[in-house]
């Protein structure tokens, strides 16, 4: 049985840093898409930033200040995020496509492109 768990997720003060990681289990996706979202109370699920044919990319608010890392030897993709502001508080979640090929890049940003799910782990940043 395939299984994403997030870890790393806590209360940080506004320009802390937190590095939150992604452990995946049950099979392999070692070449697979592999990205992480976040979702605010009453908002929409945001894309944060993936891995796709090898390549990170992210999502207008974060570039600069997150970095995407995957360690396949560990099964398990990072990511670390500077300059924390109020606004990065939700709950951040890993996914990951069950096709190990590189996707089209407009599907990257959308929630539905994702077969696997982990149950998020909560960031929230004091102001």
């Known amino acids: 049985q395939v299984h994403l768990q997030e870890s790393g997720g806590g209360l940080v003060q506004n320009g802390g840093s937190l590095r939150l990681s992604c452990v995946t289990s049950g099979r392999t996706f070692s070449t697979n898409t592999m990205a992480w979202f976040r979702q605010a109370q009453g908002k929409e699920r945001e894309f944060v930033s993936a891995f796709n044919g090898g390549k990170a990319v992210y999502g207008a608010s974060m570039s600069g200040r997150f970095t995407i890392s995957r360690d396949n030897a560990k099964s398990t993709m990072y990511l670390q995020m500077n300059s924390l502001k109020p606004e990065d508080t939700a709950i951040y979640y890993c996914?990951?496509?069950?096709?190990?090929?590189?996707?089209?890049?407009?599907?990257?940003?959308?929630?539905?492109?994702?077969?696997?799910w982990g149950q998020g782990t909560q960031v929230t940043v004091g102001s």
């Open positions: 996914a990951a496509r069950d096709s190990p090929n590189r996707i089209i890049s407009s599907l990257v940003f959308q929630p539905t492109t994702y077969d696997y």
